[in-house]
């Protein structure tokens, strides 16, 4: 089970920090993820981090301004986003993995076993 916070609407060139808190397994020993899905577009991934946060993914047009961390004390993920852009707008999904490392394929939904409901992003130009 996993809960994104953080959302919200901010102007273009603005920050959000997303939240993911899991709970109901084990959370420091797989890898989790980001998604977003904006109106009438498939789900795409957007990062993906490993159990221990030792090695990060991103998808190309978020590199340099999203990063990715975890705190596994804290069973919580964590996506800050910097110099949001209109096309960033999106529902945001945390995503928990199936194994320790992400894959080579990571930004494929399939790859992920338990979703959140998402958090809304909406950056106004």
């Known amino acids: 089970h996993v809960v994104e916070s953080g959302g919200g609407l901010v102007q273009e060139g603005g920050s959000l920090r997303l939240s993911c808190t899991a709970s109901?397994?084990?959370?420091?020993?797989?890898?989790m993820g980001w998604f977003r899905q904006a109106p009438g577009k498939q789900r795409e991934g957007v990062s993906c981090?490993?159990?221990?946060?030792?090695?990060?993914y991103y998808e190309d047009s978020v590199t340099g301004r999203f990063t990715v961390s975890r705190d596994n004390a804290k069973n919580t993920l964590y996506l800050q986003m910097n110099n949001l852009k209109p096309d960033d707008t999106a529902m945001y999904y945390c995503?928990?993995?199936?194994?320790?490392?992400?894959?080579?394929?990571?930004?494929?939904?399939?790859?992920?076993?338990?979703w959140g409901q998402g958090t809304q992003v909406t950056v106004s130009s």
């Open positions: 995503a928990a993995g199936r194994s320790p490392y992400c894959s080579g394929v990571w930004y494929t939904t399939r790859n992920f076993a338990t």
């Open positions: 109901g397994g084990r959370f420091d020993d797989t890898y």
């Open positions: 981090i490993n159990y221990n946060g030792g090695k990060t």
